[in-house]
């Protein structure tokens, strides 16, 4: 089993940054392939991030590429979401997700979730 713990998330001004962070445990960080997505009200869960930790490969979907940067530091099972020139349609919840085997940008594939974080992006 993997317990996931996000934290980060707030309100920030389009154009700001912010920094997600998902703390993993119950399982060695190296040994999984973690990845970020969100949902907006109404909306349907896509696909942000991903990372294949052995690999250090990373993974990113259209509307966030060039803004955001997904990394880790294995010697604190953590995963970061750095977000810069945010924008009003980056406000969603934020969930960090772990999977074994390859990355994958379907949240079907992934086994662990976190509970969300709140990110709100004033215009």
């Known amino acids: 089993q993997v317990q996931l713990v996000e934290s980060g998330g707030g309100l920030v001004e389009a154009g700001g940054s912010l920094r997600l962070s998902c703390a993993a445990s119950g399982r060695t960080f190296s040994s999984l392939t973690m990845g970020w997505f969100r949902q907006a009200p109404g909306k349907e869960r896509e696909f942000v991030a991903a990372?294949?930790?052995?690999?250090?490969?990373?993974y990113y979907a259209d509307s966030v590429k060039g803004r955001f940067t997904i990394s880790g530091d294995n010697a604190k099972n953590t995963v970061y979401l750095q977000m810069n020139t945010l924008k009003p349609e980056d406000t969603a919840v934020y969930y960090c997700a772990a999977r074994r085997g390859p990355s994958s940008g379907q949240a079907g594939r992934y086994d662990y979730w976190g509970q969300g974080t709140q990110v709100t992006v004033s215009s």
């Open positions: 990372i294949k930790w052995s690999a250090a490969r990373t």
